[in-house]
Every structure is written in C-alpha cells, then in structure tokens.
Nanobody
Framework: QVQLIESGGGLVQAGGSLRLSCAASLRTFSNYVMGWFRQAPGKERVFVAA????????YYADSVQGRFTNSRDNDKNTADLQMNSLKPEETAVYLCAADLLGAARTMGVNYNGVDYWGKGTLVTVSS
C-alpha cells in the first residue's frame, strides 16, 4: 500500500521557518513528480510547489517564490519543503502529492492527475 507521510508541521511565529518532509513508500520514487499543496479551513486546496523527477527543476506558486524551497532525495524516497518568512495567512494543512505521468511544470495548473496524496501536516503561523 502506497503511503505519503508528511511531517514537520507545527506552530511558528510570523517570519519564522519550518521544514516539512514527505516520506513516500513508492517503489519507483524517482519516477514521480512530487508536489506540495495547502488547504486552509473552509478553502480549496492550492498549489504550493513541485519538483521534477530528477530534482533539477522546481516550480512555485507566486505567493511563495523566493521564500520556499522544494527538494528531494531519490535515494531516501523523501521530498522536503523549506519554508521561510512564514505569514499568518499561510496557516493550513500542507499535503504532499505524487504524480507518475504529469509534469512538475503543470502540477499547479492541473492536479487531477495526482496519483497519491498524503494526509497532511498542520502548519500554524501566529501573528
């Protein structure tokens, strides 16, 4: 059974940093585009970041560009999201996603092809 397990969420003050990690039980992890989304209470799921299969290309939502960094380790089957200068409005559940056939470049446009989702980790940014 495939699992994506996020960790690293918690409570942080505005301007602070957190590092999220996604551990994937995918046999061919390097074949998957990995992404991060977030969902605030009562709101839709929105794209945050995506990373290509090799890790050589990363894509970000405009709102996090320059503050968040997406990375992956194909030997360890993990994908990380370093988040700096966090804002209260970024309080949300952050979810990891794995897409076998899609492109990292378009994950933010259409995530209907995502094959697996994690259950998420809660990030709370206090003002």
């Amino acid at each position: 059974q495939v699992q994506l397990i996020e960790s690293g969420g918690g409570l942080v003050q505005a301007g602070g940093s957190l590092r999220l990690s996604c551990a994937a039980s995918l046999r061919t992890f390097s074949n998957y585009v990995m992404g991060w989304f977030r969902q605030a209470p009562g709101k839709e799921r929105v794209f945050v970041a995506a990373i290509s299969r090799s890790g050589s290309s990363t894509y970000y939502a405009d709102s996090v560009q320059g503050r968040f960094t997406n990375s992956r380790d194909n030997d360890k089957n993990t994908a990380d999201l370093q988040m700096n200068s966090l804002k209260p409005e970024e309080t949300a559940v952050y979810l990891c996603a794995a897409d076998l056939l899609g492109a990292a470049r378009t994950m933010g446009v259409n995530y209907n092809g995502v094959d697996y989702w994690g259950k998420g980790t809660l990030v709370t940014v206090s003002s």
